[in-house]
């Protein structure tokens, strides 16, 4: 079983998001199980450390409309895992992986690069083709547009996942172009067409042999109108190849026994070594040392579908009780604005407006309870993360939040966290108050709440092998 996994993003390369996880953490994990799993994904502005690592594989062309533009294909293996790496320094010689003002431009040219390059991986017999979210959406639909005929690619069937179906690659029909396609015959509803302009997404998911999202819930969410972002008539048409697959965590990069990034290693035969992380984050943070205080951490995007709208509606009331609230992250700037204003106003508040991998392991490690009020949520890793520290989660009954985090029932000592329903802000405030009802009232509870937590299997054990058996399915259609 060959599989090549075509991402914009896969850690420790560049990773922005969620996305950059599983693309290192789901190829390590399929590698496991018997499955020749390759990533492909560009060469952007690498440390030299990397590069020196790096082997030519071949230069070769393709094409933007008209113009012929230059590829070069590294390699170099990580974790028994190998990684290909399109290169071209026009395009991908950033040290971001997007926001540019020519990303249609740098991942059309990314799609029909990666189709090229498969012609120069001699020793792999390729089945499957993933592909995931509207960055390398193009490679499957293009293909059978370029290759049809060629008996390397007419055998590989093809997957696409949806991460997040709000970012969809949506740009005007003036791109065909680029495409080298005619306008009256791929700009139609059962091609591009999205309203008045072209939806990369739209495509792959009309023209993948199979379609995952990255929770069970969230694959049910996306075929309703008011979260399918217009493609739920088109998801809900290809329910019948739609399969929500639960993303997992690397419990080798996430673990608090071996974690270097967190002050004090520890587990859950020893939770007074994960007190000891949140009293030196306390510390350093110059917040009142005290371990009866509890400890609120968030690491997010300060985007709207992270439920920041929500936790801003709430801040008053909640920075009045005697609580620290710890937050780190980056986002829009009305956001990082007005967080600045509340580290101000509050000596318990905390706002460390970047994104620092080894600081958001700390946040984990050092937190009582974690919030993750999301408006949506595919999956959410933030949670997953936060219960494999032993620090309990607050979430929204949405997406894969749902799925992971079964809500605490005081009378019966179960659950995984506190879930509240409703997106407003009486719900999540009342889902706060009663993890802290509990965390000070109730420590033996709460100390076997994080003790569950912590041996809950969230690993891609499970999900690896799911992702297995889809690849069988769809190689059997040949």
Not at 32 to 51: A, C, S, T
Not at 427 to 432: K, L, M, N, R
Request: hydrophobic share 35%; with cysteine.
């Amino acid at each position: 079983m060959g599989v090549l996994f075509v991402t914009a993003e896969a850690y420790p390369f560049m990773k922005v998001g969620g996305l950059g996880d599983v693309a290192y953490s789901l190829p390590k994990s399929l590698k496991q199980i018997d499955v020749d799993i390759r990533v492909i994904m560009p060469k952007y502005k690498f440390p030299k450390k990397i590069k020196r690592k790096m082997k030519r594989v071949a230069h070769y062309t393709t094409y933007i409309g008209w113009k012929t533009v230059d590829c070069n294909l590294f390699t170099l293996k990580l974790d028994e895992v190998q990684y290909y790496f399109i290169d071209n320094p026009f395009y991908f010689y950033r040290t971001e992986a997007y926001g540019y003002h020519d990303d249609y431009e740098r991942f059309i040219f990314f799609s029909k690069a990666v189709l090229e390059a498969i012609k120069y991986m001699d020793d792999f017999k390729l089945d499957i083709v993933h592909c995931n979210d509207w960055h390398s959406s193009l490679v499957i639909p293009l293909k059978d547009i370029y290759y049809r005929g060629n008996t390397i690619y007419d055998n590989i069937r093809t997957v696409f996942t949806v991460h997040n179906i709000l970012y969809q690659g949506v740009y005007g029909k003036d791109l065909l172009w680029m495409l080298g396609l005619d306008e009256k015959e791929y700009f139609t509803e059962d091609k591009l067409r999205y309203e008045e302009g072209i939806s990369f997404m739209k495509w792959a998911i009309l023209s993948a042999d199979r379609v995952t999202t990255v929770s069970k819930t969230y694959s049910e969410e996306i075929r309703q109108q008011h979260l399918g972002y217009g493609l739920s008539s088109i998801l809900e048409n290809k329910k019948h190849l739609l399969t929500g697959i639960q993303n997992g965590i690397d419990y080798d990069q996430f673990n608090p026994k071996e974690d270097k990034s967190i002050y004090f290693n520890y587990y859950c035969d020893n939770l007074d070594d994960k007190y000891k992380n949140k009293l030196k984050l306390q510390e350093d943070l110059g917040l009142v040392v005290d371990i009866n205080i509890p400890v609120i951490g968030m690491v997010t995007r300060l985007v709207d579908q992270k439920g920041i709208g929500l936790l801003e509606g709430i801040i008053n009331k909640l920075m009045n009780k005697n609580i620290q609230l710890v937050i780190t992250g980056t986002g829009e700037s009305h956001y990082e604005e007005d967080f600045r204003y509340f580290e101000n106003k509050y000596d318990n508040f905390r706002a460390v407006l970047k994104f620092d991998e080894g600081f958001s392991r700390k946040v984990y490690a050092g937190s009582d309870i974690f919030l993750m009020p999301s408006k949506f949520e595919p999956c959410g890793l933030g949670q997953l993360i936060a219960m494999r520290y032993g620090t309990v989660p607050v979430v929204r009954a949405t997406g894969g939040l749902k799925d992971t985090v079964e809500d605490y029932n005081k009378y019966t000592d179960d659950g995984d966290g506190f879930v509240f329903k409703e997106y407003n802000t009486i719900d999540f405030f009342s889902a706060i108050e009663r993890s802290l009802d509990v965390f000070n009232n109730h420590k033996d509870s709460w100390n076997r709440l994080c003790v569950r937590i912590m041996n809950k299997d969230n690993s891609w054990r499970l999900s690896a092998a799911k992702y297995k058996n889809l690849y069988m399915k769809i190689a059997k259609l040949r």
